[in-house]
């Protein structure tokens, strides 16, 4: 493999359960991407293998067993955050909450009842990502009340999310929850309206957006790069066309990051400080010459 070739991958480890270490492109995965790919990893459960792994954590308290039944579930914690994607928080994030939701679950679950783990946990999946939606929405604290909360777990359906924004429908939504209109369409647009600065117009953006940056723009940074190449170009061209020696003094006295003194130079090349001086100023000259 050619070096710039080599240059486009680095290694990655593999988090999971399978433990290998592989080659990825130079672009790093997200925590969603590695999520899913591991997903596809895990084996679900049968009915007879999930009633066993629940009753010995149910009779024993095996945590091994727990970790079995999240993980072989947690497609359902995926499945059912993609359904709150409209909120525009980080999916993982939801995922994550979710996860927890699953946890609280397993811990409850009683495989005696007759149902999968996955319709009994999917309660509490939701009633987890739903609070951290609450807490994340806004930096103003909403959803405090039963209504509001109530109110919000209703607004995932497509009827009640359509009479929020337009309007229609809104009396027979609010008939649902027994409470007036008003009070439905208050509680719902404290969660369809993002925070909003200050400062904004009218249009929603902020005044500080309208400020010219400080620093350069691409357009004129590249300009300026430019610029310096071709003065750098320039210089050194103009440098190789004197003698040796009054190059040397050029570059010892101007470009040197610790410039030397005439004293250091008149002692260097064996002449007085005044001939140092002289050939500066000569070839000095001859370099404005050059470059106009």
């Not at 924004?165 to 969660?191: F, K, N």
């Not at 957006?209 to 750098?232: G, K, M």
């Amino acid at each position: 493999m050619a070096l710039s070739e080599i240059e486009r991958y680095k290694f990655g480890h593999v988090v999971g359960n399978r433990g290998f270490v592989l080659l990825t492109p130079a672009v790093e995965m997200t925590s969603l991407a590695l999520f899913k790919r591991e997903m596809r990893c895990i084996e679900r459960l049968s009915r007879e293998e999930e009633y066993r792994l629940a009753r010995r954590w149910h009779d024993h308290q095996d945590r091994e067993a727990a970790r079995t039944l999240v993980s072989a579930n947690l497609n359902s914690v995926a499945a059912i955050a993609r359904e709150y994607r409209h909120f525009r928080l980080p999916e993982m994030d939801l995922i994550q909450e979710g996860t927890i939701g699953l946890m609280h679950a397993v811990k409850r679950f009683d495989p005696e009842r007759g149902f999968r783990l996955a319709t009994y946990a999917g309660w509490w999946i939701r009633a987890a990502i739903q609070d951290f939606i609450l807490r994340n929405w806004s930096i103003v604290k909403i959803g405090t009340t039963k209504l509001q909360r109530r109110i919000f777990a209703g607004l995932k359906h497509a009827k009640e999310a359509i009479a929020a924004l337009d309007g229609r429908g809104r009396g027979e939504v609010a008939e649902s929850y027994g409470v007036s209109e008003q009070a439905y369409q208050e509680a719902a647009d404290a969660y369809l309206q993002r925070d909003m600065s200050i400062d904004a117009d009218h249009e929603g953006y902020a005044m500080v957006e309208a400020l010219p940056a400080l620093t350069a723009t691409p357009e004129e940074a590249v300009a300026e790069q430019n610029w310096q190449d071709h003065q750098r170009l320039g210089l050194y061209s103009a440098l190789a066309k004197l003698p040796e020696r009054d190059r040397h003094i050029v570059e010892q006295r101007h470009l040197s990051e610790e410039p030397a003194t005439l004293k250091d130079l008149s002692g260097e090349l064996g002449v007085s400080i005044e001939r140092v001086r002289q050939i500066e100023s000569r070839a000095m000259q001859r370099l404005k010459d050059y470059l106009t």
